[in-house]
């Protein structure tokens, strides 16, 4: 009986590992019979993730084309008065340019007066 005894005591372990076995298939099978729903939500995050991205994506793209378009309209501004500073300057230029003339004229003008003067000095004419 020892034997049967004995037996019984193998297979009662056997069965208490297949017990513990099945419990542990039970548990991975509620666990995978949830997976569906952690999927789905893991999902519905993505997309709401995917949508206020998107979203803030188009907000700053619409600010920074109202920036650079701003940009923009200030360069022509610039370019403008830059344009009109340019030719300010070349018309001072060429006053410039013209009152040296004259300047240089009246120097000769006023030594050929000199030079006349001294020669009227000279044959008493005055």
Known sequence: MDSISQ??????AGF?????KVDALHQSVAKLEQLPDLVRAVGERDVMNHESLTGAMSDMERRL??????L????????TL?????????????EVAS???????????ATLEQRVS???A???IR
């Open 7 to 12: 037996l019984v005591q193998t297979m009662q």
């Open 16 to 20: 208490d590992r297949l017990d513990a």
């Open 65 to 70: 084309a109202t920036r650079i378009t701003d």
């Open 72 to 79: 923009e309209d200030a360069v022509r501004t610039h370019s």
């Open 82 to 94: 830059l344009q009109q500073n340019v030719a300010d300057i070349e018309k001072l230029m060429a």
């Open 99 to 109: 009152l040296r003339r004259r300047f240089d004229q009246r120097d000769d003008l």
């Open 118 to 120: 001294a020669l009227e």
């Open 122 to 124: 000279h044959m008493k």
